[in-house]
């Protein structure tokens, strides 16, 4: 099992910057893959980005692209989301996600590991 927690979120103008931490337990969490979602109300879970833990992969949705960073520090056990240039469409409960799966990471049935979800809100 592993139990993540992710914090960070918050209140932030159009244009600022949040990183957002996911830290895991439970397990050695490095062998996993990792990756962030979010949702909007009223909106389905959407993928925002992914890392796949054996070749070191990174995938983002388009939305995000060269706004967003994803990373990992596999000797804190823990997954940050650097999001930068923001906008009120970024607005939304962001989660993070682990699996071993393999598979699809854009799909969030993939993941078995999830979150509690975090805060962002971005006002204009």
């Known amino acids: 099992q592993v139990q993540l927690v992710e914090t960070g979120g918050g209140s932030v103008q159009v244009g600022g910057s949040l990183r957002l931490s996911c830290a895991a337990s439970?397990?050695?969490?490095?062998?996993?893959?990792v990756g962030w979602f979010r949702q909007a109300p009223g909106k389905e879970r959407e993928f925002v980005a992914a890392?796949?833990?054996?070749?070191?992969?990174?995938y983002y949705a388009d939305s995000v692209k060269g706004r967003f960073t994803i990373s990992r520090d596999n000797a804190k056990n823990t997954v940050y989301l650097q999001m930068n240039s923001l906008k009120p469409e970024d607005t939304a409960v962001y989660y993070c996600?682990?699996?071993?799966?393999?598979?699809?990471?854009?799909?969030?049935?993939?993941?078995?590991?999830w979150g509690q979800g975090t805060q962002v809100t971005v006002s204009s």
């Open positions: 439970g397990r050695t969490f490095s062998s996993y893959d």
């Open positions: 890392l796949r833990w054996k070749d070191n992969n990174i």
């Open positions: 996600a682990a699996t071993q799966r393999g598979g699809s990471l854009f799909r969030h049935p993939t993941y078995d590991y």
